[in-house]
């Protein structure tokens, strides 16, 4: 009664998925094409892979909604590693608070960071994203759709026609007009038609378990799930094109205290947060190394496994019940000292305070 009147959770659900979980890479699930063998397939040798993508040769990575939440927390874990970045969101004003953010860390990292303004379900935006991406970055690695949107959690029926309309364009759009862009970049580069793969992209949809197991809005995981059936086919159209060394690959970082998850959130599913949710930054720092290590077409990369999930609300139980780390038993965010929440919770990442004028010139070589 618990379990299912707190979150939706559903034991049941574990056996539905036959994803296999590959040797040592907690949270690297084989894709599509591996899950019907006989057995297990190993992971390539990494030295093939690592050597393009985890060496001192830095990476050029394009990442989605990175004005904030995991999006921003992403950027800063491929900064710190010294990868170089173009980052996107919505409005001018997100950018320049994000990369202004970021460039403190360029220095340290030696990778540099850039920023424009994108709306991913335009396409006449994502167009420019590519060429922006490609002046800066000179060789795009990774491309991570990370945007989206959700919509009011409701009825189906009275959810109004704008929301649904902008959660397709960010979610769906989004996700398929970055796929092409990216594409059309990496076809072009090096290596594009030679395995093992030395290009990814990457989708942040639902896994299987995710759709059947959580209490998300029609909306949400109506759109995040269509991208798993994206990725599968995207696979297939690129092996028939011979195109080996491009890898497409879903992402689920989980439950990411965000917009995204406690927008109209329950008192009673933020107590289960504190048992299965993380601050963005802390999924951030899992999923980075992950994705840097990819060395398969189509791996998904995953935060949160079925049975790490299985026993995190095992151990997390008091937490749960009675209130914890995140949030107390009516529900309300537990707030460390010095740091700053929203009203709906999520901890705020970026100061108000924003010294831009180095972006101008930047932005103005673009428009």
Same mark, same amino acid.
């Given at each position: 009664?618990?379990?299912? $009147?707190?979150?939706?959770?559903?034991?049941?659900?574990?056996?539905?998925?036959?994803?296999?979980?590959?040797?040592?890479?907690?949270?690297?699930?084989? /894709?599509? =094409?591996?899950?019907?063998?006989? !057995?297990?397939?190993?992971?390539?040798?990494?030295?093939?892979?690592?050597?393009?993508? =985890?060496?001192?040769?830095?990476?050029?990575?394009?990442?989605? !909604?990175? $004005?904030? /939440?995991?999006?921003?927390?992403?950027?800063?874990?491929?900064?710190?590693?010294?990868?170089?970045?173009?980052?996107?969101?919505?409005?001018?004003?997100?950018?320049?608070?994000?990369?202004?953010?970021?460039?403190?860390?360029?220095?340290?990292?030696?990778?540099?960071?850039?920023?424009?303004?994108?709306?991913?379900?335009?396409?006449?935006?994502?167009?420019?994203? $590519?060429?922006?991406?490609?002046?800066?970055?000179?060789?795009?690695?990774?491309?991570?759709?990370?945007?989206?949107?959700?919509?009011?959690?409701?009825?189906?029926?009275?959810?109004?026609?704008?929301?649904?309309? =902008?959660?397709?364009?960010?979610?769906?759009?989004? =996700?398929?007009?970055?796929?092409?862009?990216?594409?059309?970049?990496?076809?072009?580069?090096?290596?594009? #038609?030679?395995?093992?793969?030395?290009?990814?992209?990457?989708?942040?949809?639902?896994?299987?378990?995710?759709?059947?197991?959580?209490?998300?809005?029609?909306?949400?995981?109506?759109?995040?799930? $269509?991208?798993?059936?994206?990725? #599968?086919?995207?696979?297939?159209?690129?092996?028939?094109? /011979?195109?080996?060394?491009?890898?497409?690959?879903?992402?689920?970082?989980?439950?990411?205290?965000?917009?995204?998850?406690?927008?109209?959130?329950?008192?009673?599913?933020?107590?289960?947060?504190?048992?299965?949710?993380?601050?963005?930054?802390?999924v951030a720092a899992g999923l980075v190394p992950k994705i840097k290590e990819l060395s398969l077409r189509d791996a998904s990369v995953n935060y949160l496994t079925p049975f790490g999930a299985v026993s995190k609300i095992v151990t997390g139980l008091p937490q749960i019940v009675q209130g914890g780390r995140f949030f107390d038993k009516? /529900?309300?965010?537990?707030?460390?000292?010095?740091?700053?929440?929203?009203?709906?919770?999520?901890?705020?990442?970026?100061?108000?305070?924003?010294?831009?004028?180095?972006?101008?010139?930047? #932005?103005?070589?673009?428009?």
């Amino acid at each position: 009664m618990l379990r299912k $009147s707190l979150w939706g959770f559903s034991w049941g659900g574990l056996k539905q998925d036959h994803q296999i979980l590959l040797p040592g890479h907690t949270g690297i699930w084989q /894709g599509a =094409s591996q899950r019907h063998n006989a !057995g297990p397939t190993r992971l390539q040798s990494r030295t093939c892979f690592r050597a393009s993508l =985890s060496s001192a040769t830095p990476s050029g990575v394009v990442v989605t !909604g990175a $004005s904030k /939440g995991l999006g921003f927390a992403l950027a800063q874990e491929f900064l710190k590693q010294g990868d170089n970045l173009v980052i996107c969101s919505r409005t001018q004003e997100g950018v320049d608070k994000a990369v202004a953010s970021l460039r403190g860390l360029e220095n340290a990292s030696g990778g540099r960071v850039h920023g424009l303004k994108c709306n991913v379900g335009a396409a006449e935006d994502v167009e420019k994203l $590519s060429v922006f991406a490609q002046e800066k970055l000179g060789t795009v690695h990774i491309w991570l759709n990370n945007a989206g949107q959700v919509t009011s959690k409701r009825l189906l029926a009275d959810v109004p026609i704008d929301e649904i309309q =902008s959660a397709v364009s960010c979610n769906v759009l989004g =996700s398929l007009f970055g796929s092409r862009a990216a594409v059309q970049l990496m076809r072009e580069q090096p290596g594009a #038609r030679e395995g093992p793969p030395q290009y990814h992209i990457l989708n942040f949809g639902f896994t299987d378990f995710g759709v059947k197991n959580t209490k998300s809005a029609t909306t949400h995981k109506a759109t995040k799930s $269509s991208l798993m059936w994206l990725t #599968r086919a995207l696979l297939d159209e690129l092996k028939e094109a /011979g195109l080996l060394g491009i890898g497409v690959h879903n992402c689920s970082p989980g439950m990411v205290l965000t917009d995204l998850l406690l927008k109209d959130s329950t008192p009673s599913a933020r107590r289960f947060f504190n048992a299965l949710a993380e601050e963005p930054e802390t999924v951030a720092a899992g999923l980075v190394p992950k994705i840097k290590e990819l060395s398969l077409r189509d791996a998904s990369v995953n935060y949160l496994t079925p049975f790490g999930a299985v026993s995190k609300i095992v151990t997390g139980l008091p937490q749960i019940v009675q209130g914890g780390r995140f949030f107390d038993k009516e /529900g309300k965010r537990v707030q460390q000292p010095g740091a700053e929440y929203a009203e709906n919770g999520v901890r705020v990442q970026l100061s108000e305070k924003v010294s831009a004028p180095e972006l101008h010139e930047e #932005r103005t070589q673009v428009y």
